[in-house]
């Protein structure tokens, strides 16, 4: 008979290789803190096999589900994130009932400290959402499996839908007895800091940095959108991400020492569509970039290896965010243009930034094949 400790389990999700190389890092912070439950990782067709050999080595159990869509652009639309229509997926967690009790973390988490505690909370516990503190994020959430609660959930999303287009806004409506009726399953804001949140309380985050267990990476942006600069081996927050650099780097640190040499260069492709992230990913190949980063400190070697992808710093230049001392240097600018200059003219396919010689509309997930600067972003 499994002991108490092999019938709970941390749970995470990925449908796609991107999200499941933030599930590999999650993984190894939760082993480096020491935790004594078992790891479990849903993944859906979308997880190539190479990645799932990966999680393998780090989860314990990696588990095939369908994939679930809300279909509800229209509410996606509200929280600027179309791409959130597959976490409906999440609600297969509950059906891993070999667990007696479970937290479910997102891909983008990190833990920091040890948070097997958790298991004492009860379903449904969790931490408030720094938009919305009378709902809770759904990022880190106390569960208790059962086919019965997975199917009242499904039925749930027929009847009612989801007021954010994805799993929050649905599980906020299911369990709202949440923010009422009973605090201890309310989680302490340290179990789900949403990086960038201290922005608005610096005091505080100064405070009480150091409690902090689990880091939540939220928003468009991920860890591993960031530029990492192979000589210094520090990572570069985006202007516009928000999250907090020594949080990133964190990230970092435990990407490059635990996952990053286990990828294979050769993985180009993610089959997921309807994003921008995942657009600009698939068709840079984002996995196969990361793949072949090298540290290239101990040579002393100057400048910055990105791990942005080149359809991520045209979006960056097309919004005006233009890196003047790193990748969009005048001296990286000329040497792109004497680039473009030297081969032959591409009629009908107007320049839009010095990183691409298409159009953004013309560049699609589907069609695209990797530029120039994809294929070796990271010299
Ligand atoms: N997720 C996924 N594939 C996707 C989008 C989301 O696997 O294309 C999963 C992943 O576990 C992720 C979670 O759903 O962490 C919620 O999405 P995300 O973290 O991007 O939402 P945010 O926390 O930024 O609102
Ligand atoms: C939130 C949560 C995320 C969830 C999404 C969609 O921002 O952080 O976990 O998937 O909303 O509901
Ligand atoms: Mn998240």
């Not at 090298?294 to 890196?323: F, H, P, T, V, Y």
Request: net charge negative; aromatic share 10%.
């Amino acid at each position: 008979m499994a002991s108490q400790e092999e019938r709970e389990a941390f749970v995470t999700l990925a449908t796609n290789d991107t999200y499941a190389l933030g599930c590999l890092v999650l993984g190894s912070s939760l082993r480096r803190a020491g935790t004594t439950r078992q790891l479990a990782v849903m993944v859906t067709p979308g997880v190539s096999q190479s990645l799932r050999d990966q999680l393998s080595r780090v989860f314990n159990l990696v588990y095939d589900v369908d994939l679930l869509d809300s279909q509800d652009p229209t509410n996606l639309q509200l929280l600027g994130r179309p791409d959130l229509n597959v976490t409906f997926t999440k609600f297969h967690c509950w059906r891993l009932t070999q667990y007696d009790k479970a937290v479910f973390l997102d891909a983008d988490t990190l833990v920091l400290q040890n948070v097997d505690e958790l298991f004492n909370r009860e379903e449904l516990s969790a931490a408030p959402d720094a938009g919305w503190p009378d709902c809770f994020n759904s990022g880190v959430f106390v569960f208790k499996p059962s086919e019965q609660t997975y199917n009242a959930i499904l039925q749930f999303a027929l009847d009612q839908g989801s007021f954010d287009g994805g799993d929050q806004g649905l599980l906020n409506m299911f369990f709202r007895q949440w923010a009422t009726e009973d605090i201890s399953r309310h989680l302490p804001f340290i179990y789900n800091v949403v990086s960038q949140a201290f922005y608005s309380y610096l005091p505080a985050f100064k405070q009480f940095k150091n409690n902090v267990k689990i880091v939540h990476f939220i928003g468009a942006t991920k860890p591993w959108h960031q530029p990492f600069n192979t000589s210094s081996g520090e990572v570069t927050p985006l202007p516009d991400s928000g999250h907090n650099a020594e949080f990133l780097q964190l990230w970092w640190t435990i990407f490059m020492e635990d996952v990053q040499q286990t990828l294979d260069p050769n993985l180009k492709t993610n089959n997921h569509k309807n994003n921008r992230m995942s657009m600009l990913t698939t068709s840079e190949g984002l996995i196969g970039q990361l793949a072949t980063l090298k540290i290239s400190r101990d040579q002393g070697q100057e400048g910055s290896a990105s791990a942005l992808s080149s359809g991520e710093r045209k979006l960056n230049w097309e919004k005006g965010q233009i890196d003047y001392l790193g990748e969009d240097s005048f001296v990286n600018i000329q040497k792109k243009l004497e680039e473009s200059l030297s081969k032959p003219a591409e009629p009908h396919k107007p320049a839009t930034s010095p990183f691409s010689r298409r159009s953004p509309t013309e560049e699609t997930a589907e069609t695209a094949e990797p530029t120039k600067e994809s294929k070796e972003p990271c010299e």
